[in-house]
């Protein structure tokens, strides 16, 4: 399983991105993806999962109401829309899959990752 993301840079206060994670052909079928992040000198923090079998959305209560995972199967694209950012949200942001998970913003439960993007709010 291969995931590159994309779509990371700078941006103000209140303004929004969407961060793309391709994928190899049928990762979204049957796995369960997330985003996470990892600020510098910190810890990776789940933001958001998209189970593949029901649907069923998780999002960190930071980031509730503000950012949104969705997925295009036809495209195998997962993606992270990201509205209202903060400065707080400057973060490496990370997709990741997994065929099973038993808590979805767990970080240590995904075996698949991308590379990474960067998200610089100011």
């Known amino acids: 399983v291969q995931l590159v993301e994309s779509g990371g840079g700078a941006v103000e206060t209140g303004g929004s991105l969407r961060l793309s994670c391709a994928a190899s052909l049928h990762t979204y079928s049957g796995n369960c993806m997330g985003w996470f992040r990892q600020p510098t000198g910190k810890d990776y923090e789940g933001v958001a999962s998209l189970d593949p079998f029901h649907g069923a959305t998780n999002y960190a209560d930071f980031v509730k109401g503000r950012f949104t995972i969705s997925k295009d199967k036809d495209k195998n694209i997962l993606y992270l829309h990201m509205n209202n950012l903060k400065v707080e949200d400057t973060s490496m942001y990370y997709c990741?899959?997994?065929?099973?998970?038993?808590?979805?913003?767990?970080?240590?439960?995904?075996?698949?990752w991308g590379q990474g993007t960067q998200v610089t709010v100011s």
């Open positions: 990741a899959g997994a065929p099973l998970v038993h808590s979805p913003l767990e970080p240590y439960e995904y075996n698949y």
